[in-house]
């Protein structure tokens, strides 16, 4: 089946750091994948996706580059900020196109980000 | 704010229990997703419903039933409370016909069962 790895952290910045949170699957297909961030006491919010290898997800001076060959999609920020301190989950979704939406999402355990200031 | 609401907030009660919890997706979206988060599995699909109808099911439990509605919101079901369903209870929803499966996720439900 599919499945998500990612560092469970927590992991401890200080501001203005660079930030890396690895991600790595395992899927049967082709899947599309998506970090997604989780404010205390908030519902997820989709941050970025990717739907295809070599692309590149990027949102709030947060990226991620969909690679097929270490089947990874590592979420990266050059500069963090106190606010970035929340939950990210990398999750993948495997359904193909059928024209009446897909699948759930299989997702990591969650890092959790605590920037200081 | 996603336009994903769900009631109630907070749920407290006792083992051997039934509850009903409630969403209403984005408007126009006819997906919803039902996910349970809790601190030793993580974040689980539970269902999908698609236009009224069951879509997809993943590690959902015999004793949770869901349904959606004409007018597309859900409910999930949960019956025989056990202490280990303690949990934070999701609902997304998303449009049909992406490709990339984007959801729009719910503030959540709080479920204590005690």
């Known amino acids: 089946g599919n499945s998500v790895t990612q560092m469970e952290g927590p992991v401890t910045l200080s501001e203005e750091a660079f930030l890396t949170i690895n991600c790595t699957y395992t899927?049967?297909?082709?899947?599309?994948l998506f970090w997604y961030v989780q404010y205390p006491g908030e519902g997820l919010q989709l941050l970025l996706k990717a739907t295809k290898a070599d692309d590149k997800g990027s949102n709030k001076g947060f990226e991620a580059t969909y690679r097929k060959e270490t089947t990874s999609f590592h979420l990266e920020k050059g500069s963090v900020q106190v606010s970035d301190s929340a939950v990210y989950f990398c999750a993948l979704s495997e359904a193909p196109f059928s024209g009446g939406g897909a699948d759930g999402l299989t997702f990591g355990k969650g890092t959790h980000l605590i920037i200081q200031p | 704010d996603s336009g994903v609401t769900q009631t109630p907030k907070h749920l407290i009660t006792a083992t051997g229990q039934r509850v009903t919890l409630r969403c209403s997706p984005r408007?126009?979206?006819?997906?919803v997703y039902w996910y349970q988060q809790s601190l030793d599995q993580g974040l689980q699909f539970l269902i999908q419903?698609?236009?009224?109808?069951?879509?997809a099911k993943g590690n959902i439990l015999e004793r949770f039933s869901a349904q959606q509605f004409p007018d597309l919101h859900s409910e999930l079901n949960l019956s025989s409370l056990e202490l280990g369903d303690s949990a934070l209870y999701f609902c997304?929803?998303?449009?049909?016909?992406?490709?990339?499966?984007?959801?729009?996720f719910g503030p959540g439900t709080r479920l204590t069962v005690l």
């Open positions: 419903y698609y236009n009224g109808e069951e879509r």
């Open positions: 408007s126009g979206d006819l997906s």
């Open positions: 899927a049967t297909g082709y899947p599309s």
């Open positions: 997304a929803s998303s449009v049909a016909g992406q490709f990339y499966n984007e959801q729009f």
